[in-house]
Nanobody
Framework: QVQLVESGGGLVQAGDSLRLSCAVS????????SGWFRQAPGKVREFVAT????????YYVDSVRGRFTISRDNAKNTVYLQMNSLKPEDTAVYYC????????????????????WGQGTQVTVSP
């Protein structure tokens, strides 16, 4: 049974930084592609970032590229999302997700492409 547990959310001011963590259990971290998504009130869940299962390639939504970084620590079986220069529009519940298999050169950005999800962590950015 694969389980994902996010942590690290909170209330910050615009321009601040936060690092979200996603602890994975049930399978070794380097077997899967990981992703971060977010959902603001009244909006659909949207893709934020993904890291291929090889751990060598990343892809971001345009609105966070250059500010957010997805990474993983194989020893800790944990995926991270470092968020810098936060903006009020980044306010949302952030979810980590995982999928096994697929191509190392493909970026998976759809919610339906990830069968495993965490419970979410709230990030609130004040002006």
């Amino acid at each position: 049974q694969v389980q994902l547990v996010e942590s690290g959310g909170g209330l910050v001011q615009a321009g601040d930084s936060l690092r979200l963590s996603c602890a994975v259990s049930g399978r070794t971290i380097n077997d899967y592609t990981s992703g971060w998504f977010r959902q603001a009130p009244g909006k659909v869940r949207e893709f934020v970032a993904t890291l291929t299962w090889t751990g060598t390639s990343t892809y971001y939504v345009d609105s966070v590229r250059g500010r957010f970084t997805i990474s993983r620590d194989n020893a800790k079986n944990t995926v991270y999302l470092q968020m810098n220069s936060l903006k009020p529009e980044d306010t949302a519940v952030y979810y980590c997700a995982a999928r096994f298999g697929g191509y190392s050169t493909t970026y998976y950005t759809g919610t339906s492409q990830y069968p495993y999800w965490g419970q979410g962590t709230q990030v609130t950015v004040s002006p």
